[in-house]
């Protein structure tokens, strides 16, 4: 089966300017993630969606950090302004039912490595 | 809240050495802890898990053992090869509050 798909790999762009990431999850899975993995830390949770709907962004900072999942499938990660705190990889997962890893497994894509100059 | 506390990397073994990278968290209730590992150039993976006390996870000759006693997931494997060359990531998650927690990551090198 295909697997979690995001774009870019790799974004350079300067402080103040906006970007977008793009995931395309496992097709059927309910719920998609965004992780942020800053250099030598682990995965920090930003968003998590069930279906189109927003389950968890209490670590989302909405005023520069946006996401949205149109249609339960696809979704998109915005950053408007960018700053150098924002440089890191961010992760998309997704897993087949409503976001219990006790008892079911998230699969993640390659990342988008993002730097921020 | 919930923590996860990682073995400081990076960690470089000789082919066929025996691994251990050490793993504690904190956290209320009874947890599920995981091991996560990222090759060179890709995603995360799952690699084992343990679901309650005293369970085994084992995966590719890797087996990590929850230990409610001492709050440790460590992971060991007793011969390493150079394709286990990875990032590895322990995790934990908290039914209830629905969060995978992860730890800082520990770098593994193996060399021929």
């Known amino acids: 089966e295909a697997g979690v798909a995001q774009s870019p790999r790799y974004k350079i762009i300067e402080k103040r300017q906006s970007v977008a990431f793009w995931c395309n999850p496992i097709?059927?899975?309910?719920?998609l993630y965004w992780y942020q993995q800053i250099l030598g830390q682990g995965p920090k949770l930003l968003i998590q969606?069930?279906?189109?709907?927003?389950?968890?962004d209490s670590q989302l900072p909405k005023d520069r950090f946006s996401a949205e999942r149109l249609k339960g499938v696809d979704s998109t990660l915005k950053i408007q302004p960018a700053k150098l705190e924002d440089s890191a990889v961010y992760l998309c997962?997704?897993?087949?039912?409503?976001?219990?890893?006790?008892?079911?497994?998230?699969?993640f894509g390659q990342g988008t490595r993002l730097t921020v100059v | 809240g919930n923590s996860v506390t990682q073995m400081e990397g990076p960690v470089t073994l000789s082919e066929e050495a025996f691994l251990t990278i050490n793993c504690t968290y904190t956290a209320t209730g009874y947890p599920s802890l995981f091991w996560y590992v990222q090759y060179p150039g890709e995603g995360l993976q799952l690699l084992l898990k343990a679901t309650k006390a005293d369970d085994k996870g084992s995966n590719k000759g890797f087996e990590a053992t929850y230990r409610k006693e001492t709050t440790s997931f460590h992971l060991e494997k007793g011969s390493v090869q150079v394709s286990d060359s990875a990032v590895y990531f322990c995790a934990l998650f908290r039914p209830g509050n629905e969060k995978l927690t992860f730890g800082t990551g520990t770098r593994l090198t193996i060399i021929p």
């Open positions: 969606f069930q279906n189109n709907g927003v389950v968890d």
């Open positions: 997962a997704s897993s087949l039912v409503g976001g219990s890893w006790f008892d079911t497994e998230a699969f």
């Open positions: 097709s059927g899975h309910a719920t």
